[in-house]
Structure formats: C-alpha cells, structure tokens
C-alpha cells in the first residue's frame, strides 16, 4: 500500500473515529458532570454485561468477518446467521434478568455494529464505513443527552441500543451475501473458533472489571474508574484507527511497518499527556470525579503496551495465528483478574489500577515474544 493511499484511508477512518468516538467520549465526560459516580458505575455495570452476553453471541468475531470478505471466502452468510440466532437468545435472557427491555437491545446493537463493520472494513470500504460510524455516535450523543433528561439514567441506555439501528440493513445485507453452508466453516474451524474465543476474552478483559468492582467494593469505585477508562480509550483513538486501516493490508500482504512504528512513537506522547494532564483537568472539570486523578495518571501509561498489543493483533491476524492472541488475551484477563481482587481490596482504584497496567504489560510483552519467534521461523 502506497503511503499516500494510506493517509486518504486514514482520513476517511480517522475523521469518523475522531469525531464520533471524540464526541461520544466527550458525551460521557459530560454525564459524568450531571451525576454522581455511583450512578455513573451502575451505568457501566449494565453496558458491561451487554458487551459480556454479545460476545458470547458473536462467533462471526469483527476479525473473522474482517479477513474472510478481505480474502472473498463465502462463509460471511453462514457466519452472520449463527451470531444472530445466539444473539438474540442472550438478548432474552438479559431482559429476563435486569426485567428491562434495555440491556436486551443493547446486546443486539453490539451484535450488528459488529457484523456490519467487520464486512465494511474486509471490503476496505473505509468512507462508507466513516458515514454508518458518524451516524450510530451522533445518534449516542443527541438520543443520549435527550433521552437522560426525558428519562434519567435509564434513559442513556435506551439511547445506545436505539444508535446502532443504522446498521441493521448493512448487517441483512452480510446475511444474504451467499448461501448459508455449515460446511465451509470446517477447513477455516480453528480459525474462527480461536478468533472467537479471542474476541471473548477481549471484552472480558475489558469488562470483567465492571462485573468484579461493585461486588468488592462499591458502584462508586466503579464509576471513578469507569470515568478513568473514558480516557484511556481516548487516548487510544488514534491507535485504534490505525489498527482498522492495516488489518485488511496485512491480511492480503501489503507493508504497513512504517505507520506502525509512527503510532506506537505517538502513543508515547498521548501517556504523557495522560499523566500531567490529568491533576489539572479532573479538580476543575470534574469535581465528583477527583478519587479517578491517580488512576487516570497510570491507565494512562497503559496507552503504550496496548498500542503495541494493537499492532502485533493485526500482523498475527493476517497470518491467521490467532490462536497466539488467544492466549495472550487469557493470561491478560487471568492477570486483570487477580489484580482487581488482590490489589483492589487492599489499595482500592489505585491497586486497580495497577492491577489494570500490569495485565498489559504481560500481554505486551508475551506477544513480542509471540512475533520474534514466528519471524525467525
């Protein structure tokens, strides 16, 4: 890939991501004024079991659908029917268990978000993909902010779920690209299980923190540290974009080691700003939130091993090796884990918080070693 094609794909992904993850983070900044971190917590521990039940739901992982339209394999349909059919059985059992038809919808707006954007990125169809992810951020932020007024917190929920209905004829579409063969999975069977199982432990790793905090500590514990993740993804904007161009690159073999190395020297300066920031902004903005100022300082420092992580993803992706990622994501958790119970009832957010750097630095530095060794052999 020639590097003036990367920088006009990186424009068309980057506006998109800029704007609408910008504006949705600035969306929760701004809740986080209107609300006290308890609340703010509740919020999340629901948005957490969401993101938890969809990825159970999603066999067809982002990843999966990503390199199969890249690579014109026929199983998108096949992929897409089995997703859906989980989905919507985790969908019910989540309305069942919370007795809200919220959390349930939610479940299937992070299904569909998923299957269409994965089939736009293989078909490296990057400013359709700038124009669906504009719309589903400006309908979080103008449904969300009305919708808390008209409704209170319950309100934010509802609004979410509704913003990923634009992808709902995207999504058909992937559906209907062929015919549905169970057969077609078997020589890709690894493949797609190890991706799944990846996509799996990612959102848990992400997202079992949610589910752990208030069962040891408190919803205000969690609300402070939900409120310094806001950051920390943030922060990771831009790696994150970075990631969506290359993956369909690597995929079919283009060079993309040059931009790589540019993004991780950038994440360096993005921790930084995290770091001195941090002290300045939260008092003044964001009085409520004053117990997150430490754990905002070392999430911020996380930027740096999770950039690299997203690099080496999508090289090991494209050589379809995921089962590598697999298990650095597991020891990921497993260290996520003993940090949030060890360090986080002895030391509250700030051991979380360590607990939540050290996991990366692991992971980091397990899939270094992951891609030394495949590159010598």
């Known amino acids: 890939m020639e590097i003036p094609e990367k920088f006009k794909n990186i424009t068309s992904i980057g506006v998109a991501d800029i704007i609408g993850t910008g504006g949705t983070a600035l969306f929760w900044f701004y809740i986080a004024t209107l609300i006290e971190p308890e609340q703010y917590g509740e919020i999340f521990y629901i948005l957490g079991i969401a993101s938890i039940a969809s990825a159970i739901a999603l066999f067809a992982h982002e990843n999966s659908i990503i390199i199969a339209v890249a690579k014109k394999l026929k199983i998108q349909s096949t992929l897409y029917f089995i997703s859906l059919c989980i989905s919507f059985a985790a969908s019910a059992i989540i309305m069942i268990l919370f007795y809200k038809i919220e959390p349930g919808l939610v479940v299937l707006g992070y299904v ?92 848990l790793r992400n997202q079992i923190d949610k589910i752990i905090i208030p069962m040891i500590l408190s919803f205000t514990v969690l609300g402070n540290f939900a ?74 420092i996380a930027v740096i091993p999770e950039t690299i992580i997203v690099m080496l993803t999508s090289k090991i992706l494209a050589i379809e090796k995921s089962k590598f990622l697999l298990i650095g994501r597991t020891i990921g958790v497993i260290a996520r884990v003993v940090g949030i119970v060890l360090l986080g009832i002895n030391f509250g957010i700030y051991g979380i918080a360590i607990g939540f750097l050290i996991a990366y630095c692991i992971e980091c530095i397990f899939l270094v070693i992951v891609t030394i060794r495949e590159r010598k052999s």
């Open 112 to 203: 569909i978000n998923t299957l269409a954007i994965g089939d736009i990125l293989g078909r490296k169809h990057f400013s359709s993909y700038s124009r669906y992810v504009l719309l589903q951020k400006g309908l979080t932020v103008g449904l969300g902010i009305g919708f808390f007024y008209l409704f209170g917190v319950d309100g934010i929920i509802f609004a979410i779920a509704i913003s990923y209905s634009g992808y709902i004829i995207r999504s058909y579409k992937g559906l209907k690209d062929s015919a549905i063969n169970f057969e077609l999975l078997k020589p890709r069977k690894e493949f797609l299980v190890s991706n799944y199982l990846f996509g799996l432990t990612v959102i």
């Open 227 to 300: 409120f310094s993740l806001q950051i920390f993804a943030a922060l990771l904007i831009f790696p994150h974009i970075i990631y969506k161009l290359i993956l369909p690159h690597d995929a079919t073999g283009g060079s993309t080691n040059k931009i790589k190395k540019i993004t991780i020297l950038t994440s360096v300066g993005f921790a930084i700003t995290g770091v001195t920031a941090s002290p300045v902004i939260i008092p003044y903005f964001f009085p409520a939130f004053i117990d997150a100022i430490s754990a905002v300082q070392i999430v911020s």
